[in-house]
């Protein structure tokens, strides 16, 4: 779910009658703030008038014209949580992002300005050099323990959410918002925990 330009949610959602994906479904007088507000709130209630309350809030999140059945898939998304998750902003992503439990006199980071460039120093091989080619990898990635390298960023496309890293227009890896701190993959995401956690510098 997203928001619109006049403070309402568009609700994405994929029918299966349907050819194509990402069909979007715009619900007037379906306030966006107020459906993350009630979010995973057990007490949100479908009243008899088409309207979804929050018990012992007073706060009616949706009432439709289009009735009961509208508000039932409301209902749901407030009882279910999905697809009401914030997504991050290019800003939160920016500043000095070091490895977790990382000790010695050379710090393993990713220091990300807000002008989309970025600067990596030390980073582990497996972490940095993802296809295995010299040619599309960063340097260090021929040999050594460690590649440090800059380039650009931007933030992740469709329902992917996180950071994507590039050196000389070769995607690098991905960075997943993970509690707070960036989660990296060197093989499979089908995984308990990232391989690889970056935390904020306690210097930002």
């Known amino acids: 779910m997203s928001k619109g330009d006049d403070g309402t949610a568009v609700v994405e959602y994929t029918a299966t009658n349907e050819t194509t994906l990402g069909s979007a479904l715009r619900i007037p007088e379906l306030d966006h703030d107020a459906v993350n507000r009630a979010a995973g709130r057990p007490q949100a209630v479908l009243a008899g008038d088409g309207a979804v309350h929050v018990e012992g809030e007073g706060e009616v999140v949706a009432k439709h014209p289009a009735g009961i ?3 039932i898939a409301v209902l749901t998304l407030l ?4 697809a009401v998750t914030a997504q991050p902003e290019p800003e939160d992503y920016t500043g000095t992002w070091v490895l977790e439990g ?3 006199d050379r710090a393993t980071e ?3 300005s807000a002008d989309r460039t970025y600067t990596a120093r030390n980073i582990p091989i497996d972490l ?8 599309t990898s960063p340097p260090g990635c021929a040999n050594g323990d ?3 390298f800059s380039g650009r960023w931007k933030v992740a496309d469709g329902n992917s ?5 590039y050196f000389d227009d070769h995607f690098v890896r991905q960075g997943y918002p993970t509690n707070g701190a960036l989660g990296f993959y060197s093989g499979s995401l089908d995984v308990p925990r990232p391989d690889y956690l970056f935390v904020r510098s306690s210097s930002d």
């Open 69 to 71: 059945a509208t508000s």
């Open 79 to 82: 009882m279910t949580g999905c």
């Open 102 to 104: 990382a000790d010695g």
């Open 110 to 112: 990713f220091t990300v």
């Open 128 to 135: 940095a050099c993802r296809t295995g080619t010299a040619a």
């Open 146 to 148: 460690s590649a440090s």
């Open 161 to 165: 959410t996180g950071i994507r890293f």
